[in-house]
């Protein structure tokens, strides 16, 4: 069990920053995700915690403890790599057995906690095979358990689905979900894949350039996204972002259409954006709703299905394109004009100059 | 990802023979031949000497060369004694005896006594003893350099590297003159430490480099998985990092060890009676009436069998890839 903060923490190669100052707090049995394209400096953060790569300044504390400057096992962590890093001149009982002959348990005691642990997670009858001759997710089973025997205060996951197949990562998603519900253990997890984030994360850390652009449940993230970047990031497709000049309660959109902004918003574009007027309107494909009465029109540039849902395509005028989330039952041959509104409730505007989201709290 | 793997099962390539077409059958035939072939070809010029080895002595100089022969051990007896000519009186009185011992009626046939055994049997424990320090040396410390150099981030690292390739650069023949000075003055000439030094600096720059493209083949989560498990680096060294170098190692003992074992121009120069080698004598073992093929092929028979066996023993690792592959590369 343990809470781990982050206060100022950064890392420089060279001159370039890998992450700047980072601050945040992770609670006791909190199961974190940091999201991010490659690069982004999230493996890096992950790293610093494990304590495989040395801060270039700030402070880590476990616990309330500093352990900035602890050897990794000084700190009582485990870490899952992606490519498992399971030792191959060993079976898969001994690379099990490994840390715990690190602590100088005896053979009586090591014997009884692989056994409990390969029952969790249902790997008994491979465990006198070297991992060679496994399966990518035996393995990763393999690596997971070698990671869960020692009951470590915190778990620290480098994109351990990463390197299986698509079909067998969700089954395992599921796995490492119930693991730590069983657990109760804190888990960091990395990841720059945003369904295993929006499915796994208490909380999202969406990192970005070597900065945290925003920390918040999944749900957050992608409701409430604090800038563009996350917005654009979080969503398959993301958010529709469409430049627009704001006038008195309406904003002039590409293509001559007019949309009304909702009046909870008005008193807060009046107020924060810059005398231009220019905003950025924000809205995820499932806010459109496409009505013969709807404010705006577009031209419909392609439609695909995706079983469940249509994925619409509008083009707009000025040549942007929208995407707009439909049931399936709809089909638009290509070039119909449609009108279509904004749900209310579903509507962001972002600052185009700090790209910042504009916050409205009631 | 280009291929797939089914989630269950690892990719096996199958076995056995009748999944293997007709026309792969025939193909894997010839090619045994030719294999063999080879073998045999590659192998004509040891089985000549092994023959020679047990041929006597006008046997081995025969013209058209005898392939069916009466094996003796003349040569091995020539190799490993001193004899002293008899007299024809006293070759009259041995033959008389009865209680000859075997060596002593070979050595009557050509009418000589054995009066002692030779230097050789000594010279290939010297061989042993430094070519076998020598490659412990060498590979010891190639696997620490090769570690360091693989794993952490050294000032000047590829001048030093550079540095340690440039030692084999110089050919033997350009150094043993000021090598041979040198030793003389600081009394290290014909000593084994002087040897092993010598042949461990030799080898140490080939078995860095060698190491050090298997080291870096180990991916370093290896390792770190150890440090995040409990084990400091040492031990994650030891643990870790040789047993899954141990191709390398054993690789670059072999060759180590047949450098060491095979090096003719420093032992020459640089020993004489107390640490020479079996290198430059095998060529001295001459008789009195000429050259004895016989003994210097029993000479070439009994040095060639330690790196035989070294090589058979460490074959399993000589074959890569016999540990590598658990860590998927995505």
Same mark, same amino acid.
């Given at each position: 069990?343990?809470?781990?903060?982050?206060?100022?923490?950064?890392?420089?190669?060279?001159?370039?920053?890998?992450?700047?100052?980072?601050?945040?707090?992770?609670?006791?049995?909190?199961?974190?995700?940091?999201?991010?394209?490659?690069?982004?400096?999230?493996?890096?953060?992950?790293?610093?915690?494990?304590?495989?790569?040395?801060?270039?300044?700030?402070?880590?504390?476990?616990?309330?403890?500093?352990?900035?400057?602890?050897?990794?096992?000084?700190?009582?962590?485990?870490?899952?790599?992606?490519?498992?890093?399971?030792?191959?001149?060993?079976?898969?009982?001994?690379?099990?057995?490994?840390?715990?002959?690190?602590?100088?348990?005896?053979?009586?005691?090591?014997?009884?906690?692989?056994?409990?642990?390969?029952?969790?997670?249902?790997?008994?009858?491979?465990?006198?095979?070297?991992?060679?001759?496994?399966?990518?997710?035996?393995?990763?089973?393999?690596?997971?358990?070698?990671?869960?025997?020692?009951?470590?205060?915190?778990?620290?996951?480098?994109?351990?689905?990463?390197?299986?197949?698509?079909?067998?990562?969700?089954?395992?998603?599921? #796995?490492?979900?119930?693991?730590?519900?069983?657990?109760?253990?804190?888990?960091?997890?990395?990841?720059?894949?945003?369904?295993?984030?929006?499915?796994?994360?208490?909380?999202?850390?969406?990192?970005?350039?070597?900065?945290?652009?925003?920390?918040?449940?999944?749900?957050?993230? $992608?409701?409430?996204?604090?800038?563009?970047?996350?917005?654009?990031?979080?969503?398959?497709?993301?958010?529709?972002?469409?430049?627009?000049? $704001?006038?008195?309660?309406?904003?002039?959109?590409?293509?001559?259409?007019? $949309?009304?902004?909702?009046?909870?918003?008005?008193?807060?574009?009046?107020?924060?954006?810059?005398?231009?007027?220019?905003?950025?309107?924000?809205?995820?494909?499932?806010?459109?709703?496409?009505?013969?009465?709807?404010?705006?029109?577009?031209?419909? $540039?392609?439609?695909?299905?995706?079983?469940?849902?249509?994925?619409?395509?509008?083009?707009?005028?000025?040549?942007?394109?929208?995407?707009?989330?439909?049931?399936?039952?709809?089909?638009?041959?290509?070039?119909?004009?449609?009108?279509?509104?904004? #749900?209310?409730?579903?509507?962001?505007?972002?600052?185009?100059?700090?790209?910042?989201?504009?916050?409205?709290?009631? | 990802?280009?291929?797939?793997?089914?989630?269950?099962?690892?990719?096996?390539?199958?076995?056995?023979?009748?999944?293997?077409?007709?026309?792969?059958?025939? &193909?894997?035939?010839?090619?045994?031949?030719?294999?063999?072939?080879?073998?045999?070809?590659?192998?004509?010029?040891?089985?000549?000497?092994?023959?020679?080895?047990?041929?006597?002595? +006008?046997?081995?100089?025969?013209?058209?060369?005898?392939? /069916?022969?009466?094996?003796?051990?003349?040569?091995?007896?020539?190799?490993?004694?001193?004899?002293?000519?008899? %007299?024809?009186?006293?070759?009259?009185?041995?033959?008389?005896?009865?209680?000859?011992?075997?060596?002593?009626?070979?050595?009557?046939?050509?009418?000589?006594?054995?009066?002692?055994?030779?230097? /050789?049997?000594?010279?290939?424990?010297?061989?042993?003893?430094?070519?076998?320090?020598?490659?412990?040396?060498?590979?010891?410390?190639?696997?620490?350099?090769?570690?360091?150099? &693989?794993?952490?981030?050294?000032?000047?690292?590829?001048?030093?590297?550079?540095?340690?390739?440039?030692?084999?650069?110089?050919?033997?023949?350009?150094?043993?003159?000021?090598?041979?000075?040198?030793?003389?003055?600081?009394?290290?000439?014909?000593?084994?430490?002087?040897?092993?030094?010598?042949?461990?600096?030799?080898?140490? %720059?080939?078995?860095?480099?060698?190491?050090?493209?298997?080291?870096?083949?180990?991916?370093?989560?290896?390792?770190?998985?150890?440090?995040?498990?409990?084990?400091?680096?040492?031990?994650?060294?030891?643990?870790?990092?040789?047993?899954?170098?141990?191709?390398?190692?054993?690789?670059?003992?072999?060759? &180590?060890?047949? /450098? &060491?074992?095979?090096?003719?121009?420093?032992?020459?120069?640089?020993?004489?009676?107390?640490?020479?080698?079996? +290198?430059?004598?095998? +060529?001295?073992?001459?008789?009195?009436?000429?050259?004895?093929?016989?003994?210097?092929?029993?000479?070439?028979?009994?040095?060639?069998?330690?790196?035989?066996?070294?090589?058979?023993?460490?074959?399993?690792?000589?074959?890569?890839?016999?540990?590598?592959?658990?860590?998927?590369?995505?």
């Amino acid at each position: 069990m343990a809470t781990i903060e982050l206060h100022n923490v950064e890392k420089k190669f060279g001159e370039s920053f890998a992450v700047k100052p980072l601050n945040m707090k992770i609670n006791n049995g909190e199961f974190i995700v940091f999201l991010g394209p490659s690069g982004c400096g999230k493996t890096t953060t992950l790293r610093m915690i494990s304590g495989l790569e040395a801060v270039t300044s700030g402070n880590i504390l476990f616990n309330g403890r500093d352990v900035t400057w602890l050897h990794p096992s000084q700190r009582d962590i485990a870490f899952v790599f992606q490519f498992f890093a399971l030792y191959s001149h060993m079976t898969a009982r001994e690379n099990i057995s490994f840390p715990l002959q690190a602590q100088g348990l005896n053979k009586s005691d090591i014997k009884q906690q692989v056994a409990s642990v390969a029952k969790l997670l249902k790997i008994d009858h491979i465990l006198d095979m070297r991992p060679g001759s496994l399966s990518g997710g035996d393995q990763q089973r393999v690596a997971l358990a070698r990671s869960l025997v020692r009951k470590p205060a915190a778990f620290l996951m480098d994109e351990p689905l990463g390197a299986l197949d698509a079909e067998f990562r969700e089954s395992m998603r599921a #796995e490492i979900k119930q693991l730590h519900i069983d657990q109760g253990a804190t888990t960091v997890y990395v990841t720059h894949d945003q369904v295993e984030a929006m499915a796994m994360a208490d909380r999202i850390v969406i990192m970005s350039n070597a900065v945290v652009q925003q920390i918040g449940s999944p749900a957050e993230v $992608y409701h409430n996204p604090s800038n563009l970047f996350v917005a654009r990031f979080i969503g398959s497709p993301g958010m529709n972002l469409v430049n627009g000049e $704001y006038r008195q309660g309406m904003i002039n959109l590409p293509g001559d259409n007019q $949309y009304r902004v909702p009046d909870r918003w008005r008193s807060r574009l009046d107020k924060d954006l810059p005398s231009s007027g220019k905003v950025i309107v924000g809205f995820r494909p499932e806010a459109v709703r496409v009505t013969q009465e709807g404010q705006m029109r577009a031209n419909v $540039y392609a439609s695909d299905l995706h079983g469940g849902y249509s994925m619409l395509h509008f083009e707009v005028a000025d040549g942007s394109i929208i995407h707009a989330r439909a049931g399936r039952g709809l089909d638009y041959a290509i070039g119909t004009p449609v009108r279509f509104d904004i #749900e209310p409730d579903m509507v962001r505007f972002f600052n185009p100059e700090t790209e910042a989201a504009m916050v409205n709290r009631e | 990802m280009a291929t797939t793997y089914s989630p269950s099962s690892p990719v096996n390539y199958s076995t056995r023979v009748d999944k293997v077409g007709r026309g792969q059958r025939i &193909s894997v035939t010839i090619r045994a031949i030719i294999a063999v072939l080879i073998a045999v070809l590659m192998l004509v010029p040891v089985i000549w000497m092994g023959m020679t080895a047990f041929k006597s002595r +006008p046997e081995a100089v025969a013209a058209p060369p005898i392939v /069916f022969f009466n094996p003796t051990l003349e040569g091995f007896i020539s190799l490993l004694t001193e004899r002293r000519q008899l %007299s024809a009186a006293e070759q009259a009185v041995m033959q008389a005896r009865t209680d000859l011992d075997y060596p002593n009626q070979i050595a009557l046939l050509r009418g000589q006594t054995i009066i002692g055994t030779s230097a /050789f049997p000594r010279q290939l424990l010297n061989s042993l003893i430094i070519a076998g320090a020598s490659t412990f040396f060498s590979v010891g410390f190639g696997v620490l350099a090769a570690y360091a150099f &693989s794993r952490f981030d050294i000032p000047g690292k590829d001048d030093l590297l550079f540095f340690i390739l440039s030692q084999r650069m110089l050919p033997a023949v350009v150094v043993t003159i000021p090598i041979f000075l040198m030793y003389k003055e600081v009394g290290l000439y014909d000593t084994h430490f002087g040897m092993i030094l010598l042949y461990t600096s030799f080898n140490l %720059s080939f078995s860095v480099w060698l190491l050090k493209g298997f080291i870096d083949e180990i991916p370093k989560e290896y390792e770190e998985a150890a440090l995040v498990d409990g084990y400091t680096r040492l031990q994650a060294f030891r643990k870790i990092v040789l047993p899954q170098a141990i191709t390398g190692i054993a690789a670059t003992t072999v060759f &180590s060890l047949i /450098f &060491s074992w095979n090096e003719y121009a420093f032992a020459l120069m640089l020993t004489s009676d107390v640490a020479r080698t079996a +290198p430059p004598s095998i +060529p001295l073992v001459l008789g009195t009436g000429g050259i004895e093929w016989a003994a210097i092929a029993a000479g070439s028979l009994a040095f060639l069998i330690p790196v035989v066996i070294i090589t058979f023993v460490l074959r399993k690792h000589l074959l890569r890839g016999v540990t590598f592959g658990a860590i998927r590369k995505g």
